[in-house]
């Protein structure tokens, strides 16, 4: 059974930072690329950011620059390190392998 558990969020001032964590059991994890997706209320589901099994990462235009997707194979854990926040970003974020297996989410929002 695949099981893929988020964690990190919570609330963030603007400009400061948030350390998302998803834990996978139930697949080869490094064999699956990973993903963070966004939804903010009253929003579509949207991609954040890529990383390949090799480790090639990708980011949506929005999050370049202040976000960072990084994997730990050893521990079957991928990683979204989160900075200079913005009110924009409040959203529950959920992690996903390989386009298919989905966690719960994990709300952060960007509030002063």
């Known amino acids: 059974q695949v099981q893929l558990v988020e964690s990190g969020g919570g609330l963030a001032q603007p400009g400061g930072s948030l350390r998302l964590s998803c834990a996978a059991s139930?697949?080869?994890?490094?064999?699956?690329?990973m993903y963070w997706y966004r939804q903010a209320p009253d929003s579509q589901r949207e991609l954040v950011a890529r990383?390949?099994?090799?480790?090639?990462?990708n980011y949506v235009d929005p999050v370049k620059g202040r976000f960072t997707i990084s994997r730990d194979n050893a521990k079957n854990t991928v990683y979204l390190q989160m900075n200079s926040l913005k009110p924009e970003d409040t959203a529950v974020y959920y992690c996903?392998?390989?386009?298919?297996?989905w966690g719960q989410g994990t709300q952060v929002t960007v509030s002063s």
């Open positions: 996903n392998a390989n386009g298919i297996h």
């Open positions: 139930g697949i080869i994890f490094s064999r699956y690329a």
């Open positions: 990383i390949s099994s090799a480790g090639t990462m």
